[in-house]
C-alpha cells in the first residue's frame, strides 16, 4: 500500500530536495505496521506549521499522505573520527511543508523501516529512545536553542529485539533541512563534481542568507561558522552535552540533531561524558567547540575546488575560515559566559573572574544549573541561601565588578534569569520519565514535558525537578540504544 485516501496535505508541500541529481536519496515505499497509534502529538508545533490530516497510520510510515514522495536521504560521515558511507538507515523523508512563516522544513519519520541505507539494521526504532528525543527537543527549544523539533510519537504495535524486547515506535521530526556535513563528504566522495556543484547550489538557497550568496562555497562556510559556533556556545550556556558529534548528526543550519546519548550535566565538570560508547572522551562538555571545530574542516576540504581554482590558494582560504571559527568561539563564548553573570560592559579581567567561577564549581562538584540560578538571585535581596560557602569571596569580586556597571542589582537578576535556567531536563528525571511510559505510564513524562516548557521560569510547582541526582539517582551512562 502506497497512497493513502487522505486528502493532499495541503498546497504547501514541496519536495524540492528532489530535484537533487538522484544520487543524493533513493525513493522508498511505506512499510505498514501492526498497530499504529499516535502517543504524543505536538499540537502548536503543527499549527505553526499549518499541518493537519496526518494520522497513525501515516505517522507510522504504513501509508503515504496523498502526494508525498518518501524518499531516504544519502550522506556519509566521519563517525568518531572515522570515515563511512551511510544514510537513513531507518528513516523516511515525506517532504518539505513551507510554513505560514515563510520558512520550508523537512518532515521526517524516524523508525519507520528499513531502506537501501540499512546496512544489517532492521530500519526500526523503539519507543524509549524516540521519546527522549521528543522530551529533550522541545526542551531544546524552550530553552531557545536551535534544533529540530518533534511533531509526533507513534507506536507501532511491533516488538523491536534490542538485547530485549521493547516497543516500536515512529518519531515525527521536524527539522530546517536534513543536509548534513556529512551529506557534503558524500557528494565529494562517492558523486559527480557535477553533483557536488548542486548540492552547494541547493544549499546556498536553501540556507544561506542573501546578503553571502553572491561569495558562493565561501558564503556557505561563512554561514556554517556562525551557525555552528553559536549552536556550540548555547550548548555550553546549558550544559548540554550531545554525545555523538559526528560529521554526519551535525546539521548545515546549525540545528541541534540527532538526540542519541545526549544528556544535561549536573556537575560542573568539563571532562563530563555520558554516552557510553564515548571511551576516549571525544565528545566530552568542553571538547565540543573543537569537535564543532574539527567537522567544519571536514566540510571546508569538501568544498575546496569551490573556494579557489589554486588549491594553494583554496587553502588558504579554508585555512582562514576555520582560524576564524576558533576565533569566533574565543568572542562569543566569553560573551555568553559574560551574559550568565550578568556583565554587560567589557573588562579585561572578566576572564579570569570566569575562569576562577568555573574552577571552584569544579573543584567542589558544584551543581551547573543551579549555581548560576542561585548567583542570578542578586538582585532579590542578596545571592540565594543555596549558595556554596566556597563562593563567597569571589562573590566579592564579582559583586564589584557588578557595581561598575551602572546597573541595579534587580535589572542584574533579569538579565541572568534569561541565561540561567532554573529547569534543565535532568539525566535521572528524563530516565524515570522513560522507564515509567514503556509500561505505559506517560504521567511523569508529560508532567517533565510541561515543566520543560517554561525553564526560566521560578514554578515552586516544579521545584522537585530542579534537584541534582542523589548519589542513587545518578544515571552513570546513556546508551546510544537505540
Ligand atoms: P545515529 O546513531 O542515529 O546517528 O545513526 C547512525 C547511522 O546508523 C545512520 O545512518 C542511521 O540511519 C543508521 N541506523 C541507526 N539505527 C539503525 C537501524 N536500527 N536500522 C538501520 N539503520 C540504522
Ligand atoms: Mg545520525
Request: with cysteine.
Amino acid at each position: 500500500m502506497n497512497k493513502s485516501n487522505v486528502a493532499p496535505i495541503n498546497n504547501q508541500w514541496e519536495h524540492s530536495y528532489l530535484e537533487l541529481p538522484n544520487e543524493f536519496y533513493s525513493v522508498i515505499q511505506t512499510q505498514s505496521v501492526p498497530l499504529p497509534e499516535i502517543i504524543l502529538w505536538n499540537q502548536p508545533l503543527a499549527n505553526e506549521l499549518g499541518l493537519e490530516n496526518f494520522d497513525a497510520q501515516i505517522l507510522s510510515g504504513s501509508v503515504l499522505p496523498h502526494g508525498a514522495k518518501a524518499a531516504a536521504l544519502a550522506y556519509a560521515g566521519h563517525q568518531f573520527g572515522y570515515f563511512t558511507l551511510l544514510g537513513d538507515g531507518r528513516a523516511m523523508w515525506l517532504g518539505e511543508q513551507v510554513a505560514p512563516n515563510g520558512k520550508r522544513y523537512d518532515v521526517q519519520l524516524k523508525g519507520s523501516g528499513p531502506t537501501p541505507y540499512a546496512r544489517r539494521g532492521d530500519g526500526k526504532a523503539t519507543l524509549g529512545p524516540m521519546l527522549r528525543e521528543y522530551l529533550i527537543s522541545e526542551a531544546m527549544h524552550a530553552l531557545k536553542i536551535s534544533t529540530t523539533r518533534s511533531l509526533a510519537v507513534t507506536s507501532t504495535g511491533e516488538q523491536i529485539y534490542r538485547g530485549t524486547l521493547q516497543p516500536g515506535a515512529v518519531l515525527t521530526r521536524i527539522a530546517a533541512s536534513h543536509i548534513r556535513v556529512g551529506t557534503f563528504e558524500y557528494a565529494a566522495t562517492l558523486a559527480s563534481p557535477a553533483s557536488l556543484q548542486s548540492l552547494l547550489d541547493y544549499t546556498i538557497k536553501r540556507h544561506v542568507p542573501e546578503e553571502l550568496q553572491s561569495q558562493g562555497a565561501l558564503g556557505l562556510l561563512e554561514y556554517v561558522k556562525q551557525a555552528q559556533v553559536t549552536l556550540i556556545c548555547e550548548w555550553l550556556r546549558v550544559g548540554f552535552i550531545h554525545g555523538v558529534m559526528n560529521t554526519d548528526n551535525m546539521a548545515i543550519s546549525g540545528q541541534t540533531i540527532d538526540y542519541g546519548p545526549c544528556a544535561f550535566m549536573d556537575e560542573y565538570h568539563p571532562e563530563t561524558v555520558f554516552s557510553s560508547i564515548d571511551h576516549h572522551g571525544r565528545y566530552a562538555f568542553a571538547n565540543q567547540p573543537n569537535i564543532a571545530q574539527w567537522n567544519f574542516i571536514r566540510l571546508a576540504e569538501c568544498l575546496l575546488p569551490f573556494l579557489h581554482e589554486n588549491k594553494d590558494k583554496a587553502i588558504n582560504i579554508a585555512q582562514q575560515q576555520i582560524e576564524e571559527f576558533a576565533q569566533l568561539f574565543a568572542k562569543q563564548w566569553l560573551q555568553m559566559m559574560r551574559q550568565k553573570l550578568g556583565l554587560v560592559s567589557e573588562e579585561n579581567q572578566d576572564e579570569l573572574l570566569i575562569q576562577r567561577l568555573l574552577t571552584i564549581m569544579q573543584q567542589q562538584t558544584l551543581d551547573y544549573t543551579n549555581t548560576f540560578r542561585a548567583l542570578s538571585s542578586i538582585g532579590e535581596g542578596g545571592v540565594n541561601a543555596s549558595l556554596s560557602p566556597h563562593l563567597r569571596d569571589w562573590c566579592q569580586s564579582w559583586q564589584a565588578r557588578l557595581a561598575t556597571q551602572g546597573l541595579s542589582l534587580q535589572e542584574v537578576t533579569h538579565l541572568m534569569k534569561m541565561k540561567n535556567p532554573a529547569l534543565i531536563p535532568r539525566n535521572h528525571q528524563v530516565d524515570k520519565a522513560l522507564k515509567r511510559a514503556i509500561t505505559g505510564d506517560l504521567s511523569w513524562f508529560n508532567r517533565c514535558l510541561e515543566a520543560y516548557q517554561e525553564p526560566y521560569h521560578d514554578n515552586p510547582k516544579f521545584d522537585d525537578l530542579r534537584q541534582p541526582p542523589t548519589s542513587e539517582e545518578k544515571i552513570g551512562e546513556t546508551f546510544c540504544g537505540t
